[in-house]
């Protein structure tokens, strides 16, 4: 099997690129796909507490790279969804304790037993986000309609280029339906003029994804909440689906809007 | 391994090429080319004398072997008998000795064909012509003029440091700060965010002003 290796990045922090990591892990996982979600925040790991998956951690990603386990020993298996998975990071230590030859390795082993591997990089462009690009096949940067998070996600584009990564997504996270309509938002054309890059999707804001991540649940998983809607519409069109770039029950208003966005545009 | 039959030595009079002239010119070339391959880059931009001691060389050979070099970016600037003894004194530095001939910055152009993204820096001698937009929090710096064929969205250092007739052009004019020369200016609080027309930026008396480009206005030039 070769599988598809994606790195989900962002420069900033905050913008939520663990929650898209688990999310979108697990509507991936929910379509069939083996999937399998990596933390590679290590001293900050996150992923395994918006997944749901903290008590059951053993092993961790710095004991595959220093060798006290075997990579299979490390992987948990969700047991909501059969297909889903977690490689968690260490808690205890820092990001020297990986490097990028490391992941490389790890990612090569991961690309041949799952359909898809979701690394969830720490924020910031130092060496946690080297380790985590090193073994990528495709980058998804995930960004917040605030020119403080839309000028780091160029900065990452920037360094993605000058590491010769060519497949790079752009997904526009906790956009607020209301404020773009009153044009208090940053326009979407904007943002897509200036990072210039393929949009993946659109998350509409969603008070719901706080508690379900708090709770460990998969907002992906339920078919009430319009993020987890959107979550599965960006595994669908990272399968090559014709998903729409939003979920089209939030607004009629808004839905209008975006048509117009998108005429003429390749999306 | 035999004597180098091609090579490459530092005189006072510059660099001198000497070949094995007891070779046929087709080897000639090839040894050569197989003496350029080498090091392509370290050749670049070179400017080499060519040793023919005292035996009678054709025109259309000399033509053949400068058609090889330049293909290695290196002029022949021409020939010389043999110029022994000149190079007994120790040759200069390796890096002064391949040092390319300096480049007019008043006519080098630098083109940039991409997005130049925040946190990036593109800076060169001569004029800068950016095939693409500049993000905000990228910087282009320039010897004499900036051309952004793209938007301008970022910095833009032009004339650096002291050549007030530079200019900034771009065909979306939205930029965080100008410079030109010594003059600094930022667009004001209540620009409208660019005309939708090339805008550039010139020093007129003492500061900087941005104008729409307009046409039959004589392109760049300042007006009276």
Same mark, same amino acid.
């Given at each position: 099997?070769?599988?598809?290796?994606?790195?989900?990045?962002?420069?900033?922090?905050?913008?939520?690129? *663990?929650?898209?990591?688990?999310?979108?892990?697990?509507?991936?996982?929910?379509?069939?796909?083996?999937?399998?979600?990596?933390? *590679?925040?290590?001293?900050?790991?996150?992923?395994?507490?918006?997944?749901?998956?903290?008590?059951?951690?053993?092993?961790?990603?710095?004991?595959?790279?220093?060798?006290?386990?075997?990579?299979?020993?490390?992987?948990?298996?969700?047991?909501?969804?059969?297909?889903?998975?977690?490689?968690?990071?260490?808690?205890?230590?820092?990001?020297?304790?990986?490097?990028?030859?490391?992941?490389?390795?790890?990612?090569?082993?991961?690309?041949?037993?799952?359909?898809?591997?979701?690394?969830?990089?720490?924020?910031?462009?130092?060496?946690?986000?080297?380790?985590?690009?090193?073994?990528?096949?495709?980058?998804?940067?995930?960004?917040?309609?605030?020119?403080?998070?839309?000028?780091?996600?160029?900065?990452?584009?920037?360094?993605?280029?000058?590491?010769?990564?060519?497949?790079?997504?752009?997904?526009?996270?906790?956009?607020?339906?209301?404020?773009?309509?009153?044009?208090?938002?940053?326009?979407?054309?904007?943002?897509?003029?200036?990072?210039?890059?393929?949009?993946?999707?659109?998350?509409?804001?969603?008070?719901?994804?706080?508690?379900?991540?708090?709770?460990?649940?998969?907002?992906?998983?339920?078919?009430?909440?319009?993020?987890?809607?959107?979550?599965?519409?960006?595994?669908?069109?990272?399968?090559?689906?014709?998903?729409?770039?939003?979920?089209?029950?939030?607004?009629?208003?808004?839905?209008?809007?975006?048509?117009?966005?998108?005429?003429?545009?390749?999306? | 391994?035999?004597?180098?039959?091609?090579?490459?030595?530092?005189?006072?009079?510059?660099?001198? =090429?000497?070949?094995?002239?007891?070779?046929?010119?087709?080897? =000639?070339?090839?040894?050569?080319?197989?003496?350029?391959?080498?090091?392509?880059?370290?050749?670049?931009?070179?400017?080499?004398?060519?040793?023919?001691?005292?035996?009678?060389?054709?025109?259309?050979?000399?033509?053949?072997?400068?058609?090889?070099?330049?293909?290695?970016?290196?002029?022949?600037?021409?020939?010389?008998?043999?110029?022994?003894?000149?190079?007994?004194?120790?040759?200069?530095?390796?890096?002064?000795?391949?040092?390319?001939?300096?480049?007019?910055?008043?006519?080098?152009?630098? =083109?940039?064909?991409?997005?130049?993204?925040?946190?990036?820096?593109?800076?060169?001698?001569?004029?800068?012509?950016?095939?693409?937009?500049?993000?905000?929090?990228?910087?282009?710096?320039?010897?004499?003029?900036?051309?952004?064929?793209?938007?301008?969205?970022?910095?833009?250092?032009?004339?650096?440091?002291?050549?007030?007739?530079?200019?900034?052009?771009?065909?979306?004019?939205?930029?965080?700060?100008?410079?030109?020369?010594?003059?600094?200016?930022?667009?004001?609080?209540?620009?409208?965010?660019?005309?939708?027309?090339?805008?550039?930026?010139?020093?007129?008396?003492?500061?900087?002003?941005?104008?729409?480009?307009?046409?039959?206005?004589?392109?760049?030039?300042?007006?009276?």
């Amino acid at each position: 099997m070769a599988g598809r290796v994606i790195t989900v990045t962002s420069g900033k922090g905050g913008v939520g690129k *663990t929650t898209f990591s688990a999310n979108v892990s697990a509507a991936l996982a929910e379509l069939g796909k083996k999937a399998v979600a990596v933390d *590679t925040d290590v001293g900050l790991r996150n992923l395994d507490i918006v997944m749901g998956l903290e008590n059951r951690i053993v092993y961790d990603l710095v004991d595959v790279v220093e060798g006290r386990c075997r990579l299979q020993k490390a992987i948990i298996r969700d047991k909501r969804i059969a297909t889903l998975h977690m490689l968690p990071a260490a808690q205890t230590r820092d990001k020297s304790a990986v490097s990028p030859d490391a992941m490389e390795k790890i990612c090569a082993e991961l690309r041949s037993q799952f359909d898809f591997t979701i690394i969830d990089s720490p924020a910031g462009i130092e060496s946690g986000f080297q380790n985590a690009i090193a073994g990528a096949d495709e980058v998804v940067i995930v960004t917040t309609p605030h020119v403080s998070a839309i000028r780091d996600a160029d900065r990452v584009i920037g360094l993605l280029e000058a590491a010769e990564k060519q497949q790079i997504f752009l997904v526009i996270n906790r956009l607020q339906a209301a404020m773009v309509r009153r044009g208090d938002m940053l326009d979407i054309p904007d943002i897509l003029d200036i990072l210039a890059i393929e949009l993946l999707g659109i998350i509409p804001e969603d008070e719901s994804i706080v508690v379900s991540s708090n709770r460990g649940e998969l907002a992906a998983l339920h078919a009430a909440s319009p993020a987890g809607q959107a979550y599965k519409n960006i595994a669908r069109r990272l399968l090559g689906e014709d998903a729409p770039l939003m979920p089209v029950d939030e607004d009629k208003g808004l839905l209008k809007w975006l048509a117009r966005l998108f005429k003429g545009r390749a999306l | 391994m035999s004597k180098p039959r091609v090579k490459l030595s530092g005189t006072d009079y510059g660099l001198l =090429l000497r070949l094995e002239w007891d070779s046929p010119l087709p080897q =000639l070339l090839v040894e050569l080319e197989e003496y350029l391959q080498q090091s392509p880059k370290f050749f670049a931009g070179a400017q080499v004398l060519l040793e023919i001691g005292s035996r009678p060389v054709l025109q259309q050979d000399l033509e053949q072997l400068a058609v090889v070099l330049l293909r290695y970016g290196v002029t022949l600037q021409g020939v010389v008998p043999i110029l022994d003894g000149l190079e007994r004194r120790p040759p200069p530095a390796a890096h002064a000795m391949f040092t390319p001939a300096p480049l007019d910055p008043l006519t080098s152009l630098h =083109l940039e064909q991409r997005t130049v993204r925040s946190g990036e820096k593109v800076a060169a001698d001569g004029h800068v012509i950016i095939m693409g937009d500049v993000n905000p929090g990228a910087e282009v710096i320039a010897g004499y003029n900036i051309f952004v064929w793209g938007a301008l969205r970022g910095s833009a250092y032009a004339g650096v440091p002291d050549h007030e007739e530079a200019i900034i052009a771009a065909l979306h004019f939205a930029p965080i700060q100008l410079r030109i020369a010594g003059h600094i200016a930022r667009p004001p609080e209540a620009r409208p965010s660019a005309s939708g027309t090339p805008e550039l930026a010139r020093i007129d008396e003492n500061a900087i002003v941005v104008e729409a480009w307009e046409r039959g206005r004589g392109g760049f030039y300042k007006r009276g």
